[in-house]
């Protein structure tokens, strides 16, 4: 109950959620057989020009993309179709703002969902993430990798202007993946150091991308597990960026424990993750992820800002603050300081 008085009740509300698969549905498929692409190539198309090119069947075509009209990812003006705003900027693969990695992820666990009440039943993952079965599976690493580097590319600018690197000489990226941040980090700042920490098979991939992008001469690739490796020592910024949320509670305050210890005094980590308030209902994006990631997930799930404050704190920072991120990213970010 609000102070505007209860809620009225409204069977729609029920219809649409009921119904809400059926919206994703169309946007994953669409997105998989490269329709918004090949729009994209040419401004407009037809169904049967769009049939031809990516051999589809013209009269289920014709059904699947009147239904992206339906939702808004398409417009139509007589026969032909073309591209909302939305799907120019976010759904072309190699646009400036990328998210198709992002969408390609979700769709990889949408079967999951459909056995939730399983989950809550027995317990545990259905289904397993893909980077729990990377060994044996270059391709895997590799999709995981590339995926982990376009949502860095869509949102790292943005992360990056929120940093405060004036006097940083050495930053620790733990968990790190691709080292996209770590790149654009340096490419920016171009006096800081950068060390990337992940898996082996991982930092294969990542230090051909930092090649890329011309930072190997700032950015460094450690291969290790961060459970257990030794972390380099004398870092004035360490970077926890998207990894906690695969974490136990222990595990989150061992490694904060351990960062803060190769951390120089006034040194800062910086956390960003999908995080709750204190109900853990809100942000509703990030009450819907804890259900994601404990699907795919031993010890998957979304913790609270003062959760996260209060492992900072017993690890030995202080002046906690968070803000959240812009859209598209329904992330916070943290930081907390080491005393001088």
């Known amino acids: 109950m609000t102070s505007q008085g209860p809620r009225k009740a409204d069977p729609q509300r029920i219809t649409n959620l009921a119904s809400a698969f059926c919206r994703s549905s169309v946007l994953f498929a669409a997105s998989e057989l490269g329709i918004f692409t090949a729009i994209s190539h040419s401004g407009k198309s037809d169904c049967a020009g769009l049939a031809a090119a990516l051999n589809l069947n013209p009269r289920w075509a014709a059904l699947l993309l009147d239904a992206c009209v339906a939702i808004g990812l398409l417009e139509k003006d007589g026969e032909f179709y073309r591209n909302s705003p939305d799907v120019d900027n976010f759904l072309i693969p190699g646009g400036a703002v990328d998210l198709t990695a992002a969408l390609r992820g979700i769709q990889d666990v949408y079967c999951a969902w459909n056995r939730l009440s399983d989950f809550v039943r027995l317990g545990g993952p259905v289904m397993a993430q893909r980077s729990q079965s990377r060994e044996g599976h270059p391709d895997h690493t590799a999709a995981d990798v590339l995926s982990m ?23 620790l990226d733990i968990g790190g993946g691709s080292g996209t941040y770590s790149a654009l980090i340096s490419l920016e700042f171009p006096h800081i150091h950068c060390t990337v920490l992940d898996l082996p098979e991982v930092t294969k991939i990542g230090s051909a991308l930092i090649a890329q992008q011309g930072a190997s001469h700032n950015v460094s690739m450690l291969a290790g597990d961060y ?19 695969q ?45 994601n990631l404990a699907l795919t997930a031993q010890a998957g799930w979304v913790f609270s800002y003062s959760e996260l404050k209060g492992w900072m704190e017993q690890a030995g920072l202080s002046g906690f603050s968070i803000e959240a991120l812009p859209p598209p990213a329904p992330h916070w970010l943290a930081r907390a300081r080491k005393l001088a």
Do not use: W
Not at 151 to 171: E, F, W
Not at 265 to 288: C, E, N, Q
């Open 149 to 171: 580097h376009a949502r860095a590319l869509a949102m790292g600018r943005s992360v990056v202007r929120r940093l405060d690197l004036r006097s940083c000489k050495n930053l």
């Open 247 to 291: 974490e136990s509670p222990e595990a989150i305050q061992d490694l904060l424990n351990r960062a803060v210890r190769v951390l120089r005094p006034g040194g800062v980590v910086y956390v960003m993750d999908m995080m709750t308030d204190d109900t853990h209902t809100a942000p509703a994006v990030s009450a819907l992820f804890a259900l």
């Open 227 to 245: 459970h257990t490796t030794a972390l380099p020592p004398d870092n004035d910024v360490i970077l926890l960026f998207d990894i906690l949320h």
